[in-house]
């Protein structure tokens, strides 16, 4: 099991998928489904995808937003 980091600066400024699955505990293939699909932003580089921490605080605060908006209904 990998070692969630114990705030957003531990984090580093670009991540893998692989560091992806445990900061949002999710298993690979929803870990690629948030990537492919867009909902967390992504670039290519040297053949391999990577996200920057800036856009995963991004999907966080979206969802917990949109979930704010649901319960408000």
Not at 13 to 34: F, I
Request: proline letters at 4%.
């Amino acid at each position: 099991m990998t070692k969630r980091p114990a705030s957003f600066d531990d984090l580093p400024l670009v991540l893998k998928v692989e560091e992806l699955m445990p900061l949002l505990d999710v298993g690979k293939n929803t870990a690629y489904d948030l990537v492919n699909s867009g909902q967390i932003r992504s670039v290519w580089v040297g053949g391999q995808i990577r996200i920057l921490k800036y856009d995963v605080q991004a999907f966080l605060e979206h969802s917990c937003d949109s979930h704010k908006d649901a319960l408000s209904k």
